[in-house]
């Protein structure tokens, strides 16, 4: 099975810098779950599409969100955020 990468966006990379700590250190468990299989939910890692969208999946740690495109052989994250404002544009 192949292994994704893991690339943000500027504004992606500056809104996770801003995250809590220890928010952080879940994502980054959360993105080793992701890169090896970025569409399955399981424990640690809850993804899933969003509605509206052709391409946006979201990612759910606690009560912040990660909100990444699937390409290629990358996952391409664009915003993180707590869940009260990052489906917000």
């Known amino acids: 099975?192949?292994?994704?990468?893991i690339e943000f966006t500027s504004?992606?990379?500056?809104?996770f810098r801003?995250?809590?700590r220890a928010v952080r250190r879940?994502?980054?468990v959360a993105f080793e779950l992701l890169r090896?299989?970025?569409r399955r939910r399981r424990?640690?890692?809850?993804v899933r599409l969003l509605s509206g969208a052709a391409?946006?999946?979201r990612l759910r740690v606690g009560d912040y969100r990660g909100i990444f495109a699937i390409e290629e052989s990358s996952i391409v994250f664009t915003r993180f955020g707590h869940?009260?404002?990052?489906?917000?544009?």
């Open 55 to 57: 391409n946006a999946w």
């Open 18 to 20: 801003r995250l809590p």
């Open 11 to 15: 504004s992606a990379e500056k809104a």
């Open 1 to 5: 099975m192949a292994v994704y990468g």
């Open 36 to 38: 090896q299989d970025p």
């Open 26 to 28: 879940r994502f980054s």
């Open 43 to 46: 424990p640690g890692c809850d």
């Open 83 to 89: 869940r009260k404002d990052v489906y917000r544009r």
